[in-house]
């Protein structure tokens, strides 16, 4: 990849950890999903993984705050059981990709078609389309937290999932902001301690996550307010729209 011009490199940082903050705070989840293929623009997947993930956690502990009490207990409780397993197999594929002479590509790929195909899912929700609906049962919440969880380790992009199963048990927009916000603080102090193991997070990775740190908490406070006074659906549907155009670019140049 080449060298990124400074202005262009700080500017599209800017810009996706601002995003981390409004969607944790305000949209529960997603964030990552839209964040990884816009940061992929200037700097290289094993980075970005690496960058974004303390960025996340930041998210997650400014934003709990605002929504504590509000989650949905029995839905943190068969999510989580089923993270703890989907975890596992993410770390065990993750660590088998890092080591291989392809790491870059098939990391590369992995990613941006994980994120490719979550949006197209998340923009066909918001412009009306109808999925099949989840049971409200602890075995169809463990098997999505399985499956988030796996696909958060791998590309950070697992919130729509959890998002669109919570949004199927008739929960308010509070409870899936906040149980989405319990459920992925824990996904993501997990993944930390893996992403350290493996070297995608470093003494230099985590000087670029401490230059955009500042605009964590900005974006939490803009979340809370945008959450109450505008529609989800034409706000995220632009976004998403975005980072599918970020994702197809991250599969082409890669292809």
Known sequence: MPEPSPWLYYAVGIVATLIIGIGKAGFGGGVGLVAVPLLALVLPIDTVLGVLLPLLIAGDILSIGHHWGRQSRPHVRWLGAGSACGFCLGAVLLSYLRYSPNFIPLLTLSVGGICLGFISLQVYRLLGGRLTRFPDHPVAGGSVGLLASFVSTL???????????????????????????????????????????????????????LIFLPCVPIGTVLGVRLHASIPERPFMAVLYIGAALAAARLIYGTL
């Open 155 to 209: 590309a950070h992009a697992a919130g729509p999932l959890v998002s669109l199963y919570l949004l199927e048990q008739r929960l308010d927009k509070y409870q899936i902001v906040a149980t989405n916000l319990v459920v992925f603080f824990w996904v993501n102090l997990a993944k930390l301690v893996t992403y350290i193991g493996l070297g995608l997070i470093n003494a230099a990775s985590l000087v670029e996550s």
